[in-house]
């Protein structure tokens, strides 16, 4: 007996469906009723139809797992179904595509009944997931980003005015002088607030946003697992995070990064061999076959191996460089001068990542326990591995800028062609340890107190922060003193304000009572007073 797909759509969609399928599965019998199954299916596919609303959709794909199991679900999604893909992502279907094409279907149909998990949608999966809050502008760049906006109205307003130029030459050199003070001042304020990447080369916002090429590969909005083990889920986000790092990222992330300073090449090989190693260790872990517990102890124990052999790849170990008329290795020069040990504070904890990716263990998400090979952990578990990149890759990168800072020879071959002046790269480094000691003294307890915790998430493209709420209470704890002094003047402010704010409600109700009642009563006795005055003066013979 040959196993059989039981089909759910439309009387037109499924005849069109049973046609395809017959045509390219010939081991796979389609049946549309479920009265003419021989046994439990293979696969079940349902096409809902145009309209079906989020808990409608929801409901029916619980319904159908539930009465199907252990087959696994396949749900095609018509175009132009107004779904959010935070819906999507929350059902309960092994398979999602949305809008397929020929292959598309095909592939999808091999991957199920291989035991894998597929998602394909049009539109970019969230990175928000789960909630995420509004990223808050610090002091410097509200100054920064109010003052630009300042600067561009009056510059454009100057150049309306001088297109044409004015008739008379006193009036057109104001105008040229106006431009010239403007651009000074702009420069100022990039020196004083900006990001590297702005002080020499200033973004034209009106120009459109390139196309990246894994964007136009689809990758954004594609998620397939050929294996719904740890070692599956790996090679899922494996691929993922290979494939938008080697199409170039972009930081978009809201602050200043280290990994900005290197060589766009450099900061690839950089990523890339911490992915390899990242492989290499959950291999190691996974062979090992320990419990959960002694994952983390292992992982820190390997940590200044893994990021020595990044740190390696990265600058190629055969390559040499004159120092003070001596060639020196630069990987070894590079290892030797670098705290392979520190720990980034803003790491969440390794604990349930390490499980899930050795482990295939479920992950928490949104305070829901989820299966390790459901789309939402995997979502989760790629931005958690990305954070753990990016962030390493971080302290790597503020060693290697430190390390160019005494061996000029080293910039050309490791960081950007503008870093090569000392000028340049000192203030860049200066513009780093600023934002750490400001982001450790304010920003941290700050975080720390509303419970956030950002993730630098690796997207099409570019690197994006997001906020994620979890319980930091432990570390809220064991703050310093000064940091301490700042989560109490918030509490202070948040104990204080609703009686402040009632108070100054109460003396402007006061304020308008006095000026209505008192004052302007008199005011009018007096008026009146006056004009019967004038009537009396003006009534006399």
Known sequence: MSPQLLLFAEPLVA?????????????????????????????????????????????????????????PLLVLLPPGHGLAASTLLALSAHGL?????????LEAVRTLRAGGRVLQLQTPLPQGMPQERPQQLGLGQKLLVSGLEQIEASSALCRRLLDPPPSQPLQRWALEGRLRELACARQLLLLL?????????LPDTAAPVPETPAARAGGG????????????????????????????????????????????????????????????????????????????????????????????????????????????????????????????????????????LVLAQPLLVEGQLVPADEMRAVLHLERLVANWLVRTAELLAADVLACCGSWPELRRYLLRSD????????????QLNA??????????????????????????????AVNLLEPRDGELQRLGPLQQLVTLALETRDAVAPQLRQLIQSLGNLVVVVLTEVVGRAIGL???GILQGMGRRTGRP
């Open 419 to 430: 870093l090569l002046a000392t000028r340049n790269l000192e203030r860049l480094r200066n």
């Open 526 to 528: 007096v008026g009146r």
């Open 221 to 356: 909005g594609s998620l397939t697992l050929q294996q719904r083990n740890a070692a599956g889920i790996w090679l899922a986000v494996r691929q993922r995070l290979e494939t938008a790092i080697t199409a170039g990222l972009e930081n978009q992330s809201g602050q200043l990064l280290a990994i900005e300073g290197l060589h766009p090449e450099r900061c690839r090989d950089l990523l890339l061999a911490l992915l390899d190693q990242l492989e290499s260790l959950r291999g190691q872990l996974a062979s090992e076959a320990e419990g959960a517990n002694a994952l983390l102890e292992r992982w820190l124990a390997c940590q200044p191996q893994l990021r020595e052999q990044a740190l390696r790849t990265m600058a190629s170990p055969y390559v040499q460089l004159p120092r003070q008329g001596v060639l020196e290795p630069v990987a070894r020069t590079l290892i030797a001068s670098s705290d392979l040990t520190v720990v980034d504070p803003d790491l969440p904890d390794l604990q349930p990542m390490l499980a899930t």
């Open 193 to 201: 607030w900006g990001p590297l990447s702005m002080a020499w080369e």
């Open 15 to 71: 005849s069109g469906l049973l046609r395809l399928l017959a045509e390219h599965f010939d081991d796979l019998e389609v049946v549309l009723e479920p009265s003419r199954l021989e046994g439990a299916p293979a696969l079940v596919l349902w096409r809902p139809a145009a309209g079906t609303g989020a808990e409608v959709l929801r409901r029916e794909c619980l319904l159908l797992r539930e009465r199907w199991r252990p087959a």
């Open 435 to 464: 934002q750490q000691r400001w982001g450790d003294l304010f920003e941290r307890p700050v975080a720390i107190y509303e419970s956030r915790r950002q993730l630098l998430c690796v997207d099409t493209g570019r690197i994006a």
């Open 97 to 105: 595509l949305e809008a397929p094409g020929l292959e598309d279907l």
